[in-house]
């Protein structure tokens, strides 16, 4: 079992990153039925892949007294998840995100597209609240031991000054100056 998801917004972004272990393919159709794993509540989802059609299961933890993963905050610090960090992403994985969002952001304003622009901004200033959740209250940089996934330890040595404190809050206040207006 998956360690214990916070939102549905955590749990789409977990699937996404997760593609077809067969084909590579990130679609499928998923269902996500509530459940029991050794006596603690648990959220299921299965499917099958869009393209080569083998089937997906991962089964999540819940938190204490929940019997669904939660909806999404209405502000980015809360969109994935209250002020606890993620058991599932880590904040290797949670910067890639806000990366790949700023990316398509810029594609999005190229193209005159702001609404899109402004959910990918918004999305990449979550992202970053969630990798700000792993900072030591005291610290100013993410510890290394904070890192458990291949992708965000590859993504922390790459690059590891990208992980202090001003730096992330360089990188988010950034997007929320080129937002080209507040999503809703």
Avoid: N
């Avoid at 360690?3 to 077809?20: F, G, I, K, M, S």
């Avoid at 990366?99 to 609404?115: F, L, M, N, P």
């Avoid at 590891?160 to 507040?182: A, N």
Wanted: aromatic residues 10%.
């Amino acid at each position: 079992m998956l360690p214990a998801v916070r939102t549905r917004d955590e749990v789409d972004l977990y699937l996404e990153l997760h593609p077809c272990p067969r084909c590579g393919s990130m679609e499928a159709a998923w269902t996500a039925t509530a459940t029991t794993q050794e006596s603690r509540p648990a959220y299921r989802y299965s499917g099958r892949c869009a393209e080569c059609h083998e089937r997906r299961e991962f089964l999540f933890a819940l938190p204490e007294g929940r019997t669904a993963p939660a909806d999404a905050g209405p502000h980015p610090r809360s969109r994935f998840g209250g002020p606890q960090p993620s058991a599932l992403l880590d904040p290797g994985e949670w910067l890639l995100v806000a990366d790949w969002c700023g990316e398509a952001a810029e594609a999005a304003e190229r193209q005159g597209d702001d609404a899109e622009a402004a959910d990918l901004r918004w999305t990449a200033v979550a992202a970053l609240e969630e990798v700000r959740k792993f900072l030591p209250e005291a610290g100013d940089a993410v510890p290394e031991a904070a890192f458990w996934s291949t992708r965000g330890r590859t993504v922390y040595q790459r690059e590891p000054g990208r992980f202090r404190r001003r730096r992330i809050e360089v990188v988010r206040d950034f997007h929320l100056d080129h937002m080209p207006w507040s999503p809703a």
